[in-house]
């Protein structure tokens, strides 16, 4: 990170002892001064070589003593960067987009503070990535003790682990969080991958669809071990707010454009959207303007869309609805 970056911190502590990081964990984190211990003494269990490892954790100006409860952990890794962002941001975006900037892994992995990583995570994610030419590698989730979060058990029903699968191929679009996946850092890098700063809820569905839509291979580990555990959803969550309208068209338009940018042919495309469609169609259809700015941006697109073999019922329906004037297009 530039110089003139670290100016957005108050606090910072940068701990280096070994080169050539090959795993960049980023965790963000504000007012979790007792969860953060969990996921970072689970951390310290780890069986993986915590020297190609450094742990960057970015305090969003919290509340509590979580920086200090941070720092307390320096001894216990030979690579630890953590900083406290002088301002609150709202969300988990901007302390995402500094750890990026902060990174310098081959491999990125998201995490966040009220969640932990088992002892062989690592190790069997990190084999698969370094072993072969997937851009993505993704660990089960699990629900832990307490936790009412939602998990996707469906994306993650193989066995044993798969590699070399087209997104296409998988379950993954019912995966649309950014944690406990393995992030190609060249991949991120190309596209200008990034969290939006402006939305709260669902901003890692902004970085996921995205990239999925890059990620030409992927790993997904098999289901008999477990490995990434959803912590318990407390008072410092957005997500119990829901999905605004205004936000979910905005995330669905800003991957529109990408995709349509994308140097592919136009029949992957088409699978990429009408994919991401039958998640979003719900989230913009019970908005009063939402629909309008999506029809308008999207209308060339979905004349081929609408009969789409991947459109599920409910966005086939929604796209009919648009076209024969259903919702009020004027406004």
């Not at 890692?204 to 490995?227: E, H, P, R």
């Amino acid at each position: 990170m530039a110089i003139t970056e670290l100016a957005v911190f108050s606090q910072y502590k940068f701990k280096k002892e070994t080169p050539n990081i090959l795993l960049s964990i980023i965790i963000p984190i504000y007012n979790r001064e007792k969860s953060v211990k969990v996921t970072l003494d689970w951390l310290k269990k780890t069986t993986y070589d915590l020297t190609k490892v450094e742990i960057i954790a970015v305090d969003d100006h919290s509340q509590d003593h979580s920086f200090d409860t941070l720092a307390d952990y320096e001894k216990f890794f030979p690579n630890f960067l953590i900083a406290r962002r002088k301002q609150n941001s709202g969300g988990a975006s901007v302390p995402r987009n500094n750890g990026i900037k902060l990174a310098t892994g081959k491999w990125l992995l998201f995490l966040d503070s009220d969640d932990y990583l088992t002892e062989h995570a690592l190790s069997d994610a990190m084999a698969i990535a370094e072993s072969g030419d997937n851009d993505m590698v993704c660990m089960p989730y699990a629900r832990g003790l307490g936790s009412t979060r939602a998990i996707s058990k469906s994306a993650f029903s193989y066995p044993t682990t798969v590699t070399n699968l087209a997104f296409s191929q998988t379950k993954l679009y019912n995966s649309l969080n950014a944690v406990g996946k393995l992030f190609k850092r060249e991949l991120i890098d190309e596209y200008q991958l990034d969290f939006p700063d402006s939305i709260k809820v669902r901003e890692d569905n902004w970085f996921m669809m995205k990239m999925y839509s890059v990620s030409l291979k992927i790993a997904i580990l098999g289901n008999q071990k477990t490995y990434y555990f959803i912590g318990e959803q407390d008072g410092e969550s957005l997500s119990k707010a829901g999905t605004p309208p205004r936000d979910a068209v905005k995330i669905f338009l800003s991957v529109y454009d990408f995709i349509q940018a994308l140097p592919i042919d136009e029949t992957k495309k088409l699978e990429f959207l009408a994919l991401y469609l039958n998640r979003y169609t719900n989230f913009i259809k019970r908005g009063t303007f939402a629909p309008v700015r999506f029809f308008d941006h999207t209308k060339e697109t979905l004349k081929t869309l609408e009969n789409h073999p991947l459109l599920d019922d409910n966005a086939q329906t929604f796209i009919q609805d648009l076209f024969h004037h259903k919702y009020d297009l004027e406004k």
